[in-house]
């Protein structure tokens, strides 16, 4: 199987930074795009960047400028730099990647869509 493990969240007051991983591991031929999303309680789980496997990234509008998305293809890690982070921002944030196993290979099937189990970060006033 595939499985996706995010870390470092964790508490930082407003202003502050963090960075968040996410490493894929399992029968992984290769990832394409990766993503990361946000769900603070009693709302919508949001997009908040992405990234391809040639490195095109994308990103929200309220996190532009702030926000970094990034990936290590070899070690089969995205990471997510977040600066000036804000109270509002406080959310379990969750890793996404669609990934092309063996299996895809060789089935000629469509590449899956995979989850973290999310992290969360808390940002105090």
């Known amino acids: 199987q595939v499985q996706l493990v995010e870390s470092g969240g964790g508490l930082v007051q407003a202003g502050g930074s963090l960075r968040l991983s996410c490493a894929a591991s399992?029968?992984?031929?290769?990832?394409?795009?990766m993503g990361w999303y946000r769900q603070a309680p009693g709302k919508q789980r949001e997009l908040v960047a992405t990234?391809?496997?040639?490195?095109?990234?994308n990103y929200a509008d309220s996190v532009k400028g702030r926000f970094t998305i990034s990936r290590d293809n070899a070690k089969n890690t995205g990471y997510l730099q977040m600066n000036s982070l804000k109270t509002e921002e406080t959310a379990d944030y969750y890793c996404?990647?669609?990934?092309?196993?063996?299996?895809?290979?060789?089935?000629?099937?469509?590449?899956?869509?995979?989850w973290g189990q999310g992290t969360q970060v808390t940002v105090s006033s």
């Open positions: 990234i391809t496997s040639g490195g095109s990234t």
């Open positions: 399992g029968s992984i031929f290769s990832i394409n795009a």
């Open positions: 996404n990647a669609v990934v092309v196993t063996a299996v895809v290979v060789a089935t000629k099937v469509n590449p899956k869509n995979y």
